[in-house]
């Protein structure tokens, strides 16, 4: 006799003001305690230490704003089917209220935004998620200067910066994970107008932050090194996952006859690419889709 699996759900929330310099692990306590108040009937390990079987997205780094956070929760078959959240082997449609009565416990600045069941067999978010599109504004940097290092960086064949692993300093090559970036101007306030950069920055196999960018030395020849920029605010807007499919699998078999060396790391995460789709969570085919539900 098989064991049917707990339904799961994912959480698309906001985290914006003040409440973006709480760390990720105070934003786990918080959602713990969030999820007691509302009485949702979430699962637990077992053991000595039970703890809530929920699942966070990648870490947003302290003192980042964001418009795209998720986390998984999965729920207690029993309970959520006595409560009538699960249908037919699926969780139902549990964001009818739920929404409401979880943004009135949850922190200032915080807030749910949607909420959709996960399909059976889905990869964790931490799994999933391969790229995050950020908007940052630059500090104390006109437009013309900003523009020209945003066509340094997408020119440069490769980027080196320094990083910490294993409390040793470590040089890695960022270019590959530099998907597209864009300059705009900003709303004008009392220190004038601002810059803002739109960038798409991959995950794997370590996740690429905005700072890095921004502070990684860029040499060009004849102009000379480029200073390091730093950011004012940083928000992070989309989150983007690969999903398997027929579609995306008839896609590969078509060019694979065409270039067979071509696999699913040469897949470009930009919306101009035809096999790019912001999708919900639960929809349909797609071979990259933005983890929004």
């Known amino acids: 006799m098989s064991v049917v699996a707990n339904p799961r759900i994912r959480i698309r929330f906001s985290k914006q003001g003040k409440v973006r310099f709480t760390s990720h692990r105070d934003v786990a306590r918080i959602w713990e305690r969030a999820l007691r108040r509302v009485a949702l009937p979430v699962a637990y390990s077992e053991g ?3 703890r809530p079987k929920i699942s966070y997205g990648l870490a947003l780094p302290t003192g980042y704003a964001s418009e795209a956070e998720y986390l998984d929760v999965e729920l207690d078959r ?5 409560l009538g959240l699960v249908s037919q082997g699926i969780p139902g449609n549990p964001q009818d209220g739920l929404i409401g009565r979880l943004n009135q416990v949850l922190p200032v600045g915080i807030r749910v935004q949607a909420i959709a069941p996960v399909q059976p067999g889905s990869s964790s978010l931490q799994q999933a998620v391969v790229a995050c599109t950020w908007e940052f504004e630059v500090d104390a940097a006109g437009f013309d200067e900003v523009e020209a290092w945003v066509s340094r960086v997408l020119d440069a064949d490769e980027i080196i910066v320094e990083r910490e692993r294993k409390g040793k300093q470590v040089t890695d090559d960022v270019r590959p994970l530099v998907e597209a970036l864009e300059v705009g101007r900003g709303r004008c306030g009392a220190s004038g107008e601002t810059v803002r950069v739109t960038a798409v920055l991959g995950t794997r196999p370590r996740a690429l932050r905005p700072v890095e960018l921004l502070e990684a030395m860029l040499a060009d020849p004849a102009a000379g090194p480029h200073p390091p920029l730093s950011a004012r605010t940083v928000c992070r807007m989309q989150q983007w996952m690969l999903r398997e499919s027929q579609e995306s699998q008839e896609y590969q078999e078509s060019q694979q006859s065409q ?9 470009k995460i930009t919306q101009g690419d035809a096999r790019v789709e912001p999708l919900s969570v639960d929809a349909g085919p797609a071979a990259l889709v933005e983890t929004r539900v």
Not at 78 to 82: G, I, L, P, Y
């Open 48 to 50: 000595f230490s039970p």
């Open 78 to 82: 029993e309970q959520a089917e006595a």
């Open 259 to 267: 270039e067979s060396q071509e696999s699913k790391e040469d897949i």
